[in-house]
C-alpha cells in the first residue's frame, strides 16, 4: 500500500523560498504521476502543478507558473515543490498525491487521485 507523507512547509517572508517533499513508503512511485494541490482557510483546494510517472511532463497552474518547479527522484522515492519568490497568496496547506492510472508521459491537473498525503503548512508573512 502506498503512503505519501508531505514536509518542508513553514513560515517564510514574501519573495523566500522553500522546498516542499512528498516522500513515499510501501510501493515505489516510479509509476505515479503526482499532483501538488493547496488549501488556503475559506477556499476551495486548487491544483497547482503535476508531474508525469515518467517526469516527462510537468504542469503548472496559472497563479504558480513560473515560480514554482516539480521535479522527481526516483531513487529517493520523493517528489519535491520547489516554491520561490513566496507571496502572501501562497499561504495555504499544501498536498501531494499520487495515482498510477494515467499513462506514462501525462498527469492531470485535477483532484481525483487516490491516494493522498496529510498535508504542510506554508505561511508567507513578514
Known amino acids: 500500500q502506498l503512503l505519501i507523507v508531505e514536509s518542508g512547509g513553514g513560515l517564510v517572508e514574501p519573495g523566500g523560498s522553500l522546498r516542499l517533499s512528498c516522500a513515499a513508503s510501501?510501493?515505489?512511485?516510479?509509476?505515479?504521476?503526482v499532483g501538488w494541490f493547496r488549501q488556503a482557510p475559506g477556499k476551495e483546494r486548487e491544483a497547482i502543478s503535476c508531474?508525469?510517472?515518467?517526469?516527462?511532463?510537468?504542469k503548472y497552474a496559472d497563479s504558480v507558473k513560473g515560480r514554482f518547479t516539480v521535479s522527481r527522484d526516483d531513487a529517493k522515492n520523493t517528489v519535491y515543490l520547489q516554491m520561490t519568490s513566496l507571496k502572501a497568496e501562497d499561504t495555504a496547506v499544501y498536498f501531494c498525491?499520487?495515482?498510477?492510472?494515467?499513462?506514462?508521459?501525462?498527469?492531470?491537473?485535477?483532484?481525483?487521485?487516490?491516494?493522498w498525503g496529510q498535508g504542510t503548512q506554508v505561511t508567507v508573512s513578514p
Open positions: 498525491a499520487a495515482d498510477s492510472s494515467p499513462p506514462r508521459s501525462m498527469c492531470v491537473m485535477w483532484d481525483h487521485y487516490p491516494v
Open positions: 510501501g510501493v515505489s512511485l516510479d509509476f505515479y504521476a
Open positions: 508531474v508525469s510517472s515518467s517526469g516527462e511532463s510537468t
